[in-house]
């Protein structure tokens, strides 16, 4: 699990395929690797990748062909910036929010705009992603933590303070810009709960039919 809290930003140093699935290795930056061993998770643009190699300050992940298709991590190019968080500890704070670095899907930067000393940002998503998405909610772009302004359609609102823009790679995102997108685990597991009764009751009803010969 992860907070959403922006650790370090690293680079992509490369992105190539490995048989039918793809070998990440990152330039971590700032971020202290001494406590990190082989099989430990980071979050790579919010998409939690699992550590396969060390080698200094660079690390390798592995991604596979779902991961590709269910993100933007195909966008990457060697150089790219990328914000980066280990998990965390249960002795930490949560300072954002609960993330699981499971990519629900990709957004776009549709407008940007400055507001006052923020930057107010509007993204697009899918429309299976937006009925998660509530003014006032959490979401998490890029592996940051962000609380939603405003919603409309398809369409989502954060305004971006001066700090969150200069440690994460927010502050450098133009129009255009793909995205992933994490959205609340609650609004998930609402959904579910909800689906449940609905099961059970069709459960029911073709238990009855069944039982009295019409089905």
């Given at each position: ?100 670095g ?13 507001d006052?000393?923020s ?38 609102t ?25 959205v ?32």
């Open positions: 699990m992860f907070t959403g809290i922006i650790q370090a930003i690293g680079s992509v140093v490369k992105l190539q395929q490995s048989g039918s699935d793809w070998r990440l290795t990152i330039d971590s930056g700032e971020l202290d690797l001494g406590d990190v061993t082989l099989g430990d998770s980071i979050a790579v643009n919010g998409c939690c990748l699992t550590v396969v190699d060390i080698q200094g300050m660079n690390f390798d992940a592995d991604v596979s062909t779902e991961s590709m298709r269910c993100t933007a991590l195909a966008e990457f190019v060697s150089g790219g910036r990328v914000n980066l968080e280990k998990a965390m500890l249960a002795s930490g704070r949560l300072g954002g929010h609960i993330v699981s499971h990519v629900d899907g990709v957004g776009t930067l549709i407008h940007s705009e400055a006052g000393n930057e107010k940002l509007v993204f697009e998503v899918p429309l299976e992603l937006a009925r998660y998405i509530a003014a006032k909610g959490s979401i998490c772009i890029d592996g940051t933590s962000l609380t939603v302004n405003e919603v409309s359609g398809i369409n989502f954060v305004n971006v303070i001066p700090h969150t823009q200069t440690e994460t790679i927010i502050g450098e995102y133009c129009v255009g810009r793909k995205v992933n997108l994490e609340d685990l609650v609004a998930r597991y609402l959904e579910r709960l909800s689906q449940g009764n609905e099961l059970q009751q069709n459960t029911i009803d073709k238990d009855f039919l069944t039982k009295h010969g019409f089905v």
